[in-house]
C-alpha cells in the first residue's frame, strides 16, 4: 500500500476535465440506446459486519446495458459522439433521441470505428457500432480468449489477431487506423491523441452519478471508494466525478495488480512509466502503461494505491459471489483492495478505516458473460 504524496485539491481544469457535467452528457446521449438504464448498488451487510464497518456497496456493473461490463458506457458513448460529429459535419443536426433514426445511421454507414481491446472495450466499441449504424473493428492480442471474439462477431464486429500483448494489439490499430483513415477508439491517451479518450472516460462517470444518487438518497456520501485500475481510465473518472460532486470529504483508493502496476508505479516515480515484465492472470487489468489522461487526474485526486496478487482477488471474488454478486477476479479486484486494507491494522488506521465507514466498491464485470441476459443496446 502506497500514500500518494502528491495529493493535491480539485481544480477547475480538473472539473472541465472530468465533472458533474458530464455525467448528464453521456445519460443524455446514451439515451438512445434501448437498453441503457441505471445498475444497482448492492448492499453487502454481512461484508460490512465482518470488516467492522458501517455499510459496503457495490456497483452492478456486471448488468451493463447487457455488455456484462462497466465499458458498455465508455466506448458507446465515445461512438455517439463520433456519429454525431460526422452526422454534423454532414450538415444534420443531430438531438440525442435522433442518433439511432435512419437519416443518421446513413451517415453512420460509412464510418469505420476501429480499437484494441483485451475484451469488454471492443464489445462496447462494437455494440456502439451496430447501435447507430457504424462498422466496428476490433483487434485483440493472442491472449485474449476466443469467447471475447465469438460475443465481438456477434455483435457484428471485425475480429483480428495481433500481438502477443495488449499493446501490441493497440499499436496495430493505431497504425491500421492511420493507414485507412478509420476513426480510433481508444481506452487509452497518449500525446497527440486525447479526444476520443477523454470522451471514453467521461462516458463512466454516468455510473459513479447512479452510485452517489443512491447514496445520497441514503444515508450520505461514500466515505471511502475503492476502484480498480487497468490504464486508469474508470478509476480517473471516479475521483474526477465524485471530487466535484463531494469534494474532499472522502478517501479515493485506487487498486491495481501486483503483476501491472502501471498507475502506481507513475505516481511513485512522478512520471510516466512503461512496465516491463510483470505477470498477472487478471486480464483486463493487466496494463503495462497509464493513460496520460488518467494519470494526470489520479497523480493528484487519489490519496492511496493498493496492490493485490491474483489469489487476493480470486478470493474477493468467491467472497462477492457467495453475496449473490458474480464477478470475475478483475471485476472483484477493487474489494480485494479494501478486504487487504482492513486487514492490515496500520493501513486500517491511516485510511481512516472504522466503523462508521461507508465504502463505495465497483463490480466491473460479470465472472461468466455467458450467465448475463443480452439485450440490444
Known amino acids: 500500500m502506497f500514500l500518494n504524496p502528491s495529493r493535491g485539491a480539485y481544480r477547475p481544469q480538473d472539473r472541465d476535465m472530468i465533472g458533474a457535467p458530464h455525467a448528464y452528457e453521456v445519460r443524455s446521449l ?20 465482518e470488516l467492522g464497518l458501517a455499510e459496503v456497496y457495490l456497483k452492478a456493473e456486471w448488468l451493463r446495458m447487457g455488455l456484462s461490463s462497466f465499458k458498455a458506457l465508455g466506448g458507446a458513448y465515445a461512438v455517439a459522439l463520433l456519429v ?18 435512419p437519416p443518421i ?39 485474449v480468449s476466443e469467447t471475447f471474439a465469438v460475443r465481438l462477431r456477434d455483435r457484428g464486429a471485425v475480429v483480428e489477431r495481433a500481438g502477443a500483448t495488449y499493446e501490441e494489439s493497440m ?7 492511420h493507414a485507412r483513415g478509420w476513426d480510433l477508439v481508444s481506452d487509452s491517451s497518449w500525446p497527440g491523441y486525447i479526444t476520443t479518450p477523454l470522451d471514453v472516460m467521461r462516458g463512466y462517470t454516468a455510473l459513479f452519478e447512479e452510485a452517489a444518487d443512491t447514496l445520497e438518497a441514503a444515508d450520505g456520501p461514500a466515505s471511502h471508494v475503492f476502484v480498480q485500475a487497468g490504464v486508469g481510465g474508470l478509476a480517473a473518472a471516479g475521483a474526477g ?17 501486483e503483476g501491472a502496476s502501471c498507475v502506481l508505479e507513475s505516481v511513485r516515480q512522478g512520471r510516466f512509466v512503461r512496465l516491463t515484465g ?18 494526470e487526474l489520479l497523480s493528484r485526486l487519489a490519496d492511496a494505491f493498493v496492490l493485490v496478487s491474483d489469489a487476493q482477488a480470486d478470493l474477493a471474488a468467491a467472497r462477492l459471489a457467495a453475496q449473490g454478486a458474480p464477478v470475475s477476479p478483475c471485476g472483484a479486484a477493487g474489494a480485494a483492495g479494501l478486504f487487504a486494507a482492513c486487514r492490515d491494522n496500520s ?18 464485470e460479470a465472472a461468466d458473460p455467458s450467465d448475463i441476459p443480452s439485450t440490444s443496446p
Do not use: Q
Open 30 to 49: 446514451l439515451g438512445a440506446c434501448p437498453a441503457h438504464g441505471a445498475t444497482p448498488l448492492l448492499p453487502l451487510s454481512a461484508i460490512a459486519t
Open 84 to 101: 454525431k460529429a460526422r452526422a454534423e459535419a454532414a450538415g444534420r443536426p443531430v438531438a440525442p433521441a435522433d442518433l439511432a433514426s
Open 105 to 143: 445511421r446513413a451517415v453512420a454507414a460509412g464510418m469505420t470505428l476501429v480499437c484494441a481491446s483485451a475484451g469488454n472495450h471492443g464489445l462496447s466499441v462494437a455494440a456502439g457500432a451496430n447501435a447507430f449504424g457504424a462498422r466496428a473493428v476490433v483487434f485483440l492480442s493472442e491472449a
Open 171 to 177: 499499436e496495430r490499430a493505431t497504425a491500421v487506423a
Open 241 to 257: 466525478y465524485l471530487r466535484d460532486r463531494w469534494g474532499e470529504d472522502f478517501t479515493f483508493v485506487v487498486v491495481e495488480p
Open 278 to 295: 510483470g505477470v498477472t492472470t487478471l486480464g483486463r487489468l493487466d496494463c503495462k502503461e497509464p493513460s496520460l489522461l488518467a494519470l
Open 347 to 364: 493501513w486500517r488506521t491511516r485510511l481512516g478505516l472504522g466503523d462508521r465507514s461507508r465504502v463505495l466498491l465497483i463490480g466491473t
